[in-house]
Each structure stands twice: as C-alpha cells, then as structure tokens.
C-alpha cells in the first residue's frame, strides 16, 4: 500500500445514505438539522459530492440541511435497469434530482449546482418552477434559449467536447477515465490548486461503470450529436424556448477559470427577470466550491438565508 493509498484509507468519508428513485439507486449525503430549509448541492464534472463538503458544513452551521448526491456515473449512485439508457443530458440530471427529493419528501428547496450540476440547477428551475426556490450557478453559464456555436475561443477551450463526438475520443475516455480528467483539474484552475491525495480519493468516483457513457452522452447531446434522454426531451425543448426565468439566482464564478472565463458568462445577467447577483472570486479558478469553499459558503448563506 503507497502512502497515498494510506491517506485515502484515513480521510475517505463514511458511505453515504441510499435512496431509491424510479431510475436510480442513489448514494448520497444529508447533513444538517434534519427539519431546516434544504439546500440540494449538485456537483459537476468531473468531480464528486466532496466539492462540497467544507460549503456544506459552513451552511449547516447556518441552520441549513444539505442534501449532497453522487450524480449518475458517478461513486455508488447506481441505474437500477440495464435497459435504462446511460445517458448524461442537464435535463435528465434534472429529473434525476427532481425524483431525489420527491423520494425524500421535500417539497419547496433551494439548488445549488457546479459545473454539471449548474446547467442541472437551472433546468430544475425551468421544470418544477414551484419547487425550486433560488438557485445558484457556479461556473457554468446559462443554457436558456438554447447553446449556439461558441467564439472559436471559447471552442479552443472546450475541446473535449468535441473530442468525444469522434469514435477514437470517446474510446480514449472509456479507456483512462482518471487520465482524461486529471487534463481538466491541471488546466481549469490555477498551478498547485489541488493535491495529489486529493485528486485520486475523487478519481474513485469514475471507476462507477456507467461514468464513461454518461460523460460522452453529455458532451455529445449538449451539441446535437446525441439525442437527449427520451424521458427528458420535453424539459430540454422548454429550455431551449426559454429566454428568462424569474427565480431568484446568484452565479459564482473563478476570474481565473481556465474553461468558462468571464468572458464566457458575459451573457448571463440577460437570462435572469428576478433578483440576479453574479460574484466574481479573484485568483480562483473552475472549482470555487474546493479552491474558495469559504467565500462560496458566505455568498450562498447570504443567497439562501439563514435559519
């Protein structure tokens, strides 16, 4: 056993709870006063509910409860039926956790979304507009009214979207899922943002089988080079035909970010008619939720309220 091996063995936390949904077996983390406002947190990609562990604390201290899944294809999240299709669109994510927190009885929530998890925040809010109370988008700009060609920049910088449309890109990311990810974690953020011992505990979550297919899909279908997921369809052309939305929303976003600089998000104050605040974290980059967890913390408490 390495000396990594042995830091994982000591800080790699307790399994979380199981909760089944019609389409999934869900792992995932509830912590917090069991009968205070809910603040479901979803994480991006590619990464795993630990991104938000140091928010999550922050935010129970506040006298919020968090709820924290391991998305589909991600750790001991599990589809239930092989013949569901293994799929990855924002609005399948959407229903996935729309379906969580029916099967967990709550009603009326706040979302708080990274990466994946922001386009899945937003689409929530486009579908269950009576569930969804604010959101928050962290580093991942609006989709509403659909997602034209990017500037050749900002195509440069989203090469690995259009790596897995090709059959070779694809192989190559069902072949080294941990190698493909670790050039996002070296190029999204400043030099020296993470450790090693870091890196590997998450890289786990994407030994989950269905991870490869789920991350292709989702790359693929955001540029029509895969259909979205049946069940979502209706959620995704709503999106797409959706201009603005009036719920409350706060996007946080790194002035360093590697993959969606500010530039990127220029456009996103105009898809917002309610009360809009965008927080732009200096010398941080993709991953403000593990680079600036207090700072994130403060502005969804402040967002959120507390207790």
Request: net charge negative.
């Amino acid at each position: 056993m390495t000396i990594v091996d042995r830091f994982l063995e000591m800080v790699r936390p307790e399994p979380g709870t199981r909760v089944t949904t019609p389409l999934l077996d869900v792992e995932l983390f509830d912590d917090g006063p069991p009968d205070a406002p809910v603040a479901l947190l979803l994480h991006g990609w590619p990464d795993d509910p630990s991104t938000w562990a140091k928010v999550s604390r922050t935010l129970n201290a506040a006298g919020l409860r968090t709820i924290r899944p391991y998305l589909r294809g991600f750790g001991g999240t599990r589809l239930r039926d092989d013949a569901t299709p293994r799929t990855g669109n924002s609005g399948i994510l959407a229903h996935d956790a729309a379906d969580l927190m029916e099967a967990l009885g709550v009603g009326r929530f706040f979302v708080a979304g990274h990466d994946w998890g922001s386009n899945a925040a937003e689409a929530m809010a486009v579908g269950w507009p009576d569930r969804v109370a604010r959101i928050a988008m962290l580093s991942t700009p609006s989709r509403l009214g659909g997602a034209p060609t990017p500037p050749f920049r900002q195509c440069q910088r989203q090469w690995y979207h259009w790596f897995q449309a090709t059959a070779r890109g694809a192989k190559a990311v069902h072949d080294d899922p941990k190698g493909f990810s670790r050039i996002m974690w070296d190029n999204w953020s400043p030099p020296g943002w993470y450790d090693e011992a870091t890196f590997e505990a998450v890289a786990r979550s994407w030994d989950n089988p269905d991870w490869a297919d789920v991350t292709v899909h989702s790359y693929r279908a955001r540029w029509d080079e895969a259909p979205p997921d049946p069940r979502s369809a209706a959620l995704e052309a709503k999106i797409a035909h959706t201009q603005q939305i009036a719920t409350p929303t706060i996007y946080i976003s790194g002035a360093r970010d590697g993959v969606n600089p500010p530039e990127a998000a220029e456009s996103v104050p105009s898809k917002f008619s309610g009360p809009f605040e965008a927080v732009l974290l200096d010398g941080v980059g993709h991953f403000p939720t593990r680079e600036a967890p207090d700072a994130v913390a403060a502005a969804l408490i402040k967002h959120f309220g507390r207790r």
